[in-house]
């Protein structure tokens, strides 16, 4: 059984297009996130929810939209797509936030979504 | 913004040689984690140090938390194909309530 499962694994499409990205984990966590990971490697924060409520939500263009329908469920939406939106995005989970007050916030990731802007 | 910054960026080493990767901060960090992410995968847990001095061992990989928490050591022994793969640590503090990741160690080990 897959922990965290994003969908789709690679995008491809035309700038200025929408697309959106879906990411469901099954381990029971409250707290889900999404990072980017850029071409060199670097994964930075891009939203975190707890128990479907929005608490980071780093500077991300408002192109990019992510919607919690429920705590077991994180999708991202992306608006007029530009090839800078080119990279690796993962879906993670973790059991309480992380750097909370409430355990160490140690992170399962999803295996990515390769999103290429042509 | 707190950095996380690990060095060497690129290592490459024979099957049989010892490593060792570092991540260093000016910032305090309330624990620390190493990942180590695979081709086309997403970044896999392998510890959590939370103590000042704190030494873990798992199989052939130490990790150490600094005395000040404010860095922390990879070393592998005799390390193998296997141990192929980007190797990120990442902090965690109460007050930016989020993991902030280094920069990354690509470790590439030869037959």
């Known amino acids: 059984d897959t922990a965290v499962s994003q969908t789709p694994k690679y995008l491809v499409t035309q700038m200025g297009n929408d697309k959106s990205i879906k990411c469901e984990q099954n381990l029971g966590h409250d707290t889900m996130y999404w990072y980017k990971q850029d071409s060199k490697k670097f994964l930075k924060i891009m939203f975190s929810?707890?128990?479907?409520?929005?608490?980071i939500n780093e500077t991300v263009p408002n192109r990019f939209s992510p919607k919690s329908p429920d705590k077991a469920h994180l999708n991202l939406h992306i608006n007029s797509l530009e090839l800078g939106d080119s990279a690796v995005y993962f879906c993670a989970s973790s059991p309480h936030l992380a750097g909370g007050l409430i355990g160490t916030g140690e992170l399962f990731f999803g295996e990515g979504s390769r999103l290429t802007v042509l | 913004t707190q950095l996380l910054k690990q060095s060497p960026q690129f290592l490459s080493i024979q099957e049989g040689e010892n490593l060792t990767v570092y991540c260093n901060s000016s910032s305090v960090f309330s624990s620390l984690q190493w990942y180590r992410q695979e081709p086309g995968e997403g970044p896999v847990l392998l510890v959590t140090v939370v103590t000042g001095g704190e030494v873990k061992k798992l199989k052939r990989l130490t990790f150490q938390f600094g005395d000040a928490r404010k860095d922390s050591s990879l070393h592998i022994t005799a390390a193998q194909t296997g141990d192929t793969g980007l190797y990120l640590c990442a902090g965690a503090s109460g007050s930016a309530r989020q993991l902030t990741f280094g920069s990354g160690t690509q470790l590439t080990v030869l037959p």
């Open positions: 929810y707890n128990n479907k409520e929005l608490i």
